[in-house]
Structure formats: structure tokens, C-alpha cells
């Protein structure tokens, strides 16, 4: 009776190793047979010819992109503001099977016509201007950064006529900026005179305002150069166009956080390409002249973190 027992308990200890070896060697195949998560693919569509002007917003982007699992493939343009190229591009990248689009458009109602022409529904997250219905856009508020640029320049006003410079008419969130400001300046007394380019030669105007960080750097690259200078009042948070506010060649500056507008524009996209809902606040500026650089609140707005 006691070997009976005895045997019987051996068997099952015996049965029990042998399961064990055959989980142990089951179990990590089965691991190893499940197929990774799929990353989700993101196409990022900038308005320039390069990425430079947008580095910071970009090092915004691969950071929330990283965090997040998602692929970033960035494209630009043959020439800077060419919306036939741009809208080609998208309807390429949507085609081709991008789960979401981060657009700097150079023509909102381009891209919206070009979007409304396709199958089925890809999410777009905008920089700067909004795309129809089918966007959230990281930017701050464009009508009141207009009006703020403005009158920053009215307390420095001491007559003549400013020139506003309208880089890219057809962005409406530039358009939007430059609007606000013409009617904050006309309605303080102050002439205004639109122009589509900065004259080939000497800027005669005494005062210009630029609405773009592409526009502004140009007119401080010209403004730098010239024997008598303008008073030149911008957007921006480049390196370059925060040393022209260094040296005195920006007058004043509206200025936002673009690696964090770069950052939620990819989390945004990310969030709709899974069905979540939800949208972005303006992003919040300041109006920055040269001696606001190095106060602590400027810090980060100038020169984020990005490790």
C-alpha cells in the first residue's frame, strides 16, 4: 500500500516537471508570435523650403513623438509658400496611408479643398492658421497678438507711416495678425501702408512690422544692414531673430513657446489618429524687447529644455 502511494506521488511529481518543461518552452514562443504594437505614422508637412525656422517646434514634435510611440516623416517645399506643391504633398502622404498630418500650411483653403477631395477621414493638427474642420492648431491668438505687436509699437510711435509687411497673404493666421494690427494702429491715429515685399532697395519707412518668424528674420537681416535703420517689430523665437532683439535691431517681438506648440501639435495629432476627442487652447505670448531676454519668466519661453 505504502509503494502504491509512493509511486503514485512520483508520477504526479513526475507529470508536473514535464508540464512545467513544456510551458517553459511554449510560453516565450507564444511572446515572441505576438507581433509588436504598430506604430502610428505621422507626416509632417512644413511651409519652407527647410526645417530651420521651425527647429524648435521640430525638437517639440520628435520629443512628444517619441513619448508616444509614433513615427515622424517630415517633408518641405522646392519653394518656400508653394501651395499647389504643398497640397500635392498631403494628398500623397494621406494616399499612401499617414494615420495623421501636422501641417504649417501656406494655404489653409488649399489644403481644405484638397482634404474635402479624399476617401475617408485623416486628422490634421495645424501650426499657425487652422485648416477648415478638419484641424486643431497649435498657435497662440492671432487676433490679439496683432493687437499687443501693435500697440508695443505706439508707445515707440513718434510719427510717419508703418509698413506692414504681408509675407503670405494666404495664410489666414498671418493675415489674421496683420489685420488686428492695422485696425489697432488706425484706430490710434497711426497711417498704414500694406505691402506684399519689402522694397528691393533702402527701406524708407521708419517703422515695419513683420508677421511671420521667416518675415521678421529677413527684415532684421535687411534692417542690420542698412545705414539708417527701421524700427522693426516681429514674431519669433529663433536663435537668430533673438539676437537681432539682443542687439537692438528688433524693436519688439510677440514671442510663444514653439517647442511646445510643436509638442502638442504631435500629441494632438496622436490623440485624434486614436479616436479621442478634444481640442487646443491658444497657445499664450509675450511681448518681448531687448532687455526682457534674460528675466527668469523668459527662460524657458526663449530657451526650452529639450533633454
Known sequence: MKTRK???????????LALSVLLSLLIPQLFRSEAPPQRLSLSVLLRDEDSAGWSTARQGMEQAADELGAELRFLTLASSGNSAEQAESLRREVEEGADALVVVPADPLSLTQTLDQLPGHCPMVSLESPVGSFS?????????????????????????????????????GVSARLMA??????????????????????????????????????????????????????????????????????????????????????????SAAQGEKGGLEPLPFSILRGEDIYEPENQKLLFPVTS
Open 6 to 16: 509512493n509511486d503514485l506521488i512520483q508520477g504526479i511529481i513526475l507529470v508536473v
Open 181 to 270: 494690427a492695422r485696425e489697432t494702429l488706425e484706430g490710434l491715429g497711426v497711417p498704414t501702408e500694406t505691402v506684399s515685399a519689402l522694397p528691393e532697395e533702402n527701406v524708407s519707412h521708419r517703422w515695419v512690422m513683420a508677421f511671420e518668424p521667416s518675415a521678421t528674420r529677413q527684415a532684421a537681416d535687411r534692417n542690420s544692414r542698412q545705414e539708417l535703420p527701421f524700427s522693426l517689430y516681429g514674431v519669433g523665437t529663433s536663435t537668430a531673430i533673438i539676437i537681432h532683439l539682443e542687439k537692438g535691431v528688433i524693436s519688439a517681438l510677440a514671442a510663444w513657446n514653439d517647442y511646445a506648440a510643436g509638442y502638442l501639435a504631435v500629441r494632438q495629432a496622436v
Open 136 to 172: 486643431g492648431v497649435a498657435a497662440p491668438d492671432n487676433d490679439l497678438l496683432g493687437r499687443q505687436l501693435a500697440q508695443a509699437l505706439f508707445l515707440d510711435w513718434d510719427g510717419g507711416a508703418v509698413l506692414l509687411w504681408d509675407s503670405s497673404p494666404a495664410s489666414t
